[in-house]
């Protein structure tokens, strides 16, 4: 049980990264990104590009974002921006065909099979008893600890970050108040993006790549948004813990191939019992 | 090709179209009149068509099977059926706000598709379910597809005009209503609550019956048929496309889009097998981009009213 | 010259006007009101003249330049603050970053003017680090009256800043308002508590069905037997 409470943390590490960029997207432009989970298997595929490109790891992951982050400013800039005024809905809609078409462009130039970073076999080796990590999975919850102490300071501490948090509260009285509402957007979809292909790469790093891998992290994404609170950065990182650590601990119980169905049911639950999440998010119900 | 291939392939085409003809009428109902975003239409469509499968298949070794039951009281137990899984999914959803209901109901979907890709025992898992008898087959001596399609036709006038009627009806103007201002509609004295829940599972229970008709056609079922996007995702687009809030518009938006997806299947058909999967990629990208299109461009399709973006225009300014 | 000039201002909502050709001007460090019935507009106008709501026809001049249809963050830079009358402080963020987001445009070094605003607002400089949602009604208030005079505006729009409190506190607030106006800043209000708007007022404006009805001076207008007897009953 311990083991599979370790394997939770790592992979609630991947969930809570891709989390905060989708409650952010949903706090400050009010719309649920259904490309957000594809928005982290574009970044892993870039990473896979750069290195096959020759690069050292770190500057292809940095590309990565880098490229992401301008696809997704790009999409925003000549699709979504025309919805803002027209409703969440059409731009769920929307942010559906993105994902298809994230998806697919993907599946065009990589196609369907499973691939890998590096054909290096890592081998797992024992931290305390009980528990077998690898040195990927170490380093993917350590990076994750640091990317969330990063977040934090950028959110308490930096003019824009705090802008961010007030845009989150009350977008129009944000713009009433002197906020550069449009670079507020800007640094969203960048924080968001970058947190999105850091997560994805520690997914291709620790399952491989295929081209749904993003797609089918969608639903614990915004199990783990809406357990945490949706809008709240700070739940999102809770609720990607706990819906990681249920996901592999209820495989101790069940199939394995019922774990999308423990984050849903967790989903569902919250819903019903208290739909504000943990921290109390946006409170965008009947 | 020629003229009786052409005849042929028509004719198939013609009763895939009726499927999701019957597919966007339901979700017409639901996102069309009461805006009801269901992402989980794969799921209602796998229910009608696994249970129609399992009922009237013959026995066999590794599934539940064996109740041979003749063909229209187990499309109607698939309707049903569709319709009571609608009915509990409704329960803790219809309160949510329209984003929250959408991640919902994809959730459910791909539960569904989980539950029969692992429950072997019930519907043969990866495997699916063959050898679905096909209705009338031992009365029709002519070209039985072409019966089919007859059947389809009835089946799919029978539904129009049904819903027509429903949706002309009070009843239909209080789901108009609701669509397109909930708060005022609530503030009338309406019980939104039980409107909604019967929008839900009238649309679930044609899509059930669109999965049932599929599956006696086809003769062959599996998961697999069912992988969410791209048969949920045509569906969405077909009722976009055509016209959200029309029922011609969504009948309209299932021959073009289907006509559209096949054309570009005939096109990639060009290239050689072993780029298929990636031409299959191309295909997808061309209809996604379709779709932001006509969002852009004219988001309430060829048939539709306008009064629907104005709606939640208005909704926004409030 | 006087620093905000409306001329016969159209604006409302897509198909529907609410403003049909409304005239205001508000000198240099004058305080002016804006009273009248509900659905006369009153909002309306503070929307239309801090870009908010699309205005069809009229000007706005604010300082003799012409800033119809600007938007928000621009008219914050020249030198005007509105406070509107409802969520008008950010709930998540603590008492000091309200302020800060106050004056997002500035670069330098704001606790010279957080300074002040403490000053004026003393109960507020105590829960400077308080989460704002946790704040009283008066102290929201107050705070976001403190955040519209982070840029140190000559102008300041108050829709209703005495709605939803209690009279002790509005009181206070009404106050506060006085004190605003004895650093040099111009100060146009919409009131619902009329009597008490045109009381601290220079000059004062009835509007009605979207139209002027009545201007003159505060006392005037308090005066005036048919501004009292329709528009004066309440508070």
Same mark, same amino acid.
């Given at each position: 049980m311990l083991q599979l409470i370790a394997n939770g943390i790592v992979f609630g590490s991947i969930i809570a990264l891709g989390a905060i960029g989708l409650t952010m997207v949903y706090g400050i432009l009010k719309f649920a990104n259904f490309a957000h989970g594809d928005t982290m298997s574009l970044g892993a595929y870039l990473a896979l590009l750069f290195i096959s490109l020759q690069m050292p790891f770190p500057i292809a992951v940095v590309l990565a974002i880098a490229v992401s982050i301008a696809v997704a400013i790009l999409i925003d800039h000549y699709l979504y921006r025309f919805f803002r005024t027209t409703g969440p809905i059409i731009l769920l809609i929307a942010s559906v065909g993105v994902a298809l078409f994230l998806r697919n462009v993907i599946l065009l130039f990589w196609g369907p099979d499973l691939t890998y970073y590096t054909r290096e076999i890592h081998l797992a080796f024992q931290i305390v008893p009980g528990i077998r990590l690898n040195s990927y999975e170490i380093w993917i919850v350590i990076v994750t600890a640091v990317l969330i102490v990063l977040v934090h300071l950028f959110l308490k501490k930096t003019r824009i970050g705090k802008a961010m948090r007030a845009s989150s509260d009350n977008m129009d009285l944000a713009e009433v108040v002197g906020i550069d509402t449009q670079r507020v957007i800007i640094w969203t979809w960048s924080v968001g993006t970058a947190l999105a292909v850091f997560g994805g790469v520690m997914l291709g790093l620790e399952n491989g790549l295929r081209p749904p891998m993003g797609w089918e992290l969608l639903l614990p994404?915004?199990?783990?948004?809406?357990?945490?609170?949706?809008?709240?950065?700070?739940?999102?990182?809770?609720?990607?813990?706990?819906?990681? =650590?249920?996901?592999?601990?209820?495989?101790?119980? =069940?199939?394995?191939?019922?774990?999308?169905?423990?984050?849903?049911? =967790?989903?569902i639950l919250v819903l019903l019992i208290r739909p504000q999440g943990i921290f109390g998010g946006s409170k965008r119900w009947i | 090709m020629d003229l009786s291939g052409l005849f042929s392939y028509l004719v198939f085409f013609l009763v895939i179209v009726s499927v999701y003809g019957l597919l966007s009428l339901g979700l017409n109902i639901q996102w069309g009149y009461t805006k009801l975003f269901n992402i989980g239409i794969a799921g209602f469509f796998a229910?009608?068509?696994?249970?129609?499968?399992?009922?009237?298949?013959?026995?066999?070794?590794?599934?539940?099977?064996?109740?041979?039951?003749?063909?229209?009281? +187990?499309?109607?137990?698939?309707?049903?059926?569709?319709?009571?899984?609608?009915?509990?999914?409704?329960?803790?959803?219809?309160?949510?706000?329209?984003?929250?209901?959408?991640?919902?109901?994809?959730?459910?979907?791909?539960?569904?598709?989980?539950?029969?890709?692992?429950?072997?025992?019930? +519907?043969? &898992?990866?495997? &699916?379910?063959?050898?679905?008898?096909?209705?009338?087959?031992?009365?029709?001596?002519?070209?039985?597809?072409?019966?089919?399609?007859?059947?389809?036709?009835?089946?799919?006038?029978?539904?129009?005009?049904?819903?027509?009627?429903?949706?002309?009806?009070?009843?239909?103007?209080?789901?108009?209503?609701?669509?397109?201002?909930?708060?005022?509609?609530?503030?009338?004295?309406?019980?939104?609550?039980?409107y909604k829940m019967e929008s839900l599972v009238l649309g679930s229970m044609i899509m059930g019956m669109a999965g049932s008709l599929y599956a006696h056609f086809i003769q062959f079922i599996s998961p697999e048929v069912f992988v969410p996007m791209s048969g949920t995702f045509l569906v969405w687009v077909m009722l976009i496309a055509g016209g959200s809030g029309s029922n011609k518009g969504a009948l309209l938006g299932a021959l073009v889009i289907w006509g559209l997806w096949?054309?570009?299947?005939?096109?990639?058909?060009?290239?050689?097998?072993?780029?298929?999967?990636?031409?299959?990629?191309?295909?997808?990208?061309?209809?996604?981009?379709?779709?932001?299109?006509?969002?852009?461009?004219?988001?309430?399709?060829?048939?539709?009213?306008?009064?629907?973006?104005? +709606?939640?225009?208005?909704?926004?300014?409030? | 010259m006087a620093i905000l000039e409306v001329k016969d201002l159209v604006s409302g909502y897509?198909?529907?006007?609410?403003?049909?050709?409304?005239?205001?001007?508000?000198?240099?460090?004058?305080?002016?009101?804006?009273?009248?019935?509900?659905?006369?507009?009153?909002?309306t106008?503070?929307?239309?003249?801090?870009?908010?709501?699309?205005?069809?026809?009229?000007?706005?001049?604010?300082?003799?330049?012409?800033?119809?249809?600007?938007?928000?963050?621009?008219?914050?830079?020249?030198?005007?603050?509105?406070?509107?009358?409802?969520?008008?402080?950010?709930?998540?963020?603590?008492?000091?970053?309200?302020?800060q987001?106050?004056?997002?445009? !500035?670069?330098?070094?704001?606790?010279?003017?957080?300074? !002040?605003?403490?000053?004026?607002?003393?109960?507020?400089?105590d829960k400077r680090k308080s989460v704002s949602g946790t704040l009283s009604g008066g102290g929201r208030q107050m705070l976001a009256l403190g955040r519209a005079l982070m840029l140190e505006p000559?102008?300041?729009?108050?829709?209703?800043?005495?709605?939803?409190?209690?009279?002790?506190?509005?009181?206070?607030?009404?106050?506060?308002?006085?004190?605003? !106006?004895?650093?040099?800043?111009?100060?146009?209000?919409?009131?619902?508590?009329?009597?008490?708007?045109?009381?601290?007022?220079?000059?004062?404006?009835?509007?009605?069905?979207?139209?002027? !009805?009545?201007?003159?001076?505060?006392?005037?207008?308090?005066?005036?037997?048919?501004?009292?007897?329709?528009?004066?009953?309440g508070a």
């Open positions: 994404l915004f199990a783990a948004a809406i357990l945490g609170g949706i809008g709240q950065p700070y739940g999102a990182m809770v609720g990607g813990l706990i819906i990681g =650590i249920a996901q592999e601990a209820s495989t101790g119980f =069940i199939s394995t191939a019922y774990k999308p169905a423990v984050a849903f049911i =967790i989903m | 229910v009608g068509a696994y249970t129609s499968a399992i009922l009237t298949t013959p026995p066999a070794m590794d599934r539940v099977g064996g109740f041979n039951m003749p063909f229209l009281p +187990a499309i109607v137990i698939a309707v049903l059926l569709s319709g009571f899984i609608a009915f509990l999914i409704g329960i803790p959803t219809l309160k949510l706000k329209e984003d929250y209901l959408a991640i919902a109901t994809i959730g459910i979907a791909e539960t569904i598709r989980l539950f029969f890709n692992n429950e072997a025992w019930l +519907a043969n &898992g990866v495997r &699916g379910v063959s050898g679905i008898p096909r209705p009338f087959q031992h009365y029709i001596s002519f070209n039985y597809n072409l019966f089919y399609l007859l059947l389809m036709v009835v089946f799919v006038i029978g539904v129009y005009l049904a819903i027509e009627k429903a949706l002309k009806s009070p009843w239909g103007r209080v789901l108009k209503a609701i669509g397109e201002d909930e708060t005022v509609t609530q503030a009338m004295g309406k019980n939104i609550i039980r096949s054309l570009t299947d005939l096109i990639t058909n060009v290239v050689p097998v072993a780029y298929a999967v990636k031409a299959g990629a191309f295909r997808v990208i061309a209809i996604a981009i379709f779709l932001e299109v006509i969002l852009l461009v004219r988001p309430q399709g060829i048939l539709g009213e306008k009064s629907v973006m104005k +709606a939640a225009k208005k909704q926004e300014q409030e | 897509s198909e529907v006007m609410i403003l049909n050709g409304v005239s205001i001007h508000c000198a240099d460090n004058e305080i002016v009101s804006i009273i009248g019935p509900n659905g006369a507009g009153k909002s106008l503070m929307k239309s003249i801090f870009g908010l709501i699309p205005v069809k026809q009229g000007s706005v001049a604010f300082d003799g330049r012409s800033i119809t249809g600007m938007r928000p963050n621009q008219l914050v830079k020249l030198g005007m603050s509105y406070v509107p009358q409802e969520k008008n402080v950010f709930p998540s963020l603590t008492v000091e970053e309200n302020l987001m106050g004056a997002f445009i !500035r670069n330098d070094d704001l606790t010279g003017s957080i300074d !002040r605003v403490f000053e004026l607002f003393p109960f507020i400089a000559r102008l300041l729009l108050l829709d209703e800043p005495s709605a939803g409190l209690a009279p002790l506190v509005r009181d206070e607030i009404f106050e506060k308002v006085m004190e605003i !106006r004895q650093s040099g800043v111009a100060i146009l209000m919409v009131e619902q508590n009329a009597k008490k708007a045109l009381g601290m007022s220079d000059r004062g404006y009835v509007l009605v069905m979207g139209k002027n !009805r009545y201007e003159d001076t505060g006392e005037a207008l308090l005066a005036n037997p048919e501004v009292g007897r329709l528009y004066l009953g």
